[in-house]
Nanobody, 127 residues
Framework: QVQLLESGGGLVQPGDSLRLSCVLS????????MAWFRQPPGKDREFVAA????????TYANSLKGRFTISRDRTWKTLDLQMNNLKPEDTAVYYC????????????????????WGQGTQVTVSS
């Protein structure tokens, strides 16, 4: 059984930084692609960033490039999201997701491509 557990959320002020972490457990599971999504209040879930085992090259939502950085440890059991210069519009529940498949780039932003999800961690950016 695969479990994803996010941590690191909280209440911060605009301009602050925050680092989210996601720990993957499940002895028989090997992640091919891992990602972060978020769901702002009253809106649909949206893609934040993803990283594939095959290349290790990250992919970001265009609107977040330059402020967010996704990274993983060498065992692919921990996925982090460094968020800098946070804005009120970054307020959302942030979810970690994983699939055993190595997704093609055009599929990375599709939440239906991911089989495993964490419970989410709340990030609130407010002055």
């Amino acid at each position: 059984q695969v479990q994803l557990l996010e941590s690191g959320g909280g209440l911060v002020q605009p301009g602050d930084s925050l680092r989210l972490s996601c720990v993957l457990s499940g002895r028989a599971f090997s992640a091919g692609t891992m990602a972060w999504f978020r769901q702002p209040p009253g809106k649909d879930r949206e893609f934040v960033a993803a990283i594939k085992r095959s290349s290790g090259v990250p992919t970001y939502a265009n609107s977040l490039k330059g402020r967010f950085t996704i990274s993983r440890d060498r065992t692919w059991k921990t996925l982090d999201l460094q968020m800098n210069n946070l804005k009120p519009e970054d307020t959302a529940v942030y979810y970690c997701a994983a699939t055993g498949r190595v997704l093609i780039t055009s599929s990375l932003a599709g939440d239906r491509e991911y089989d495993n999800w964490g419970q989410g961690t709340q990030v609130t950016v407010s002055s």
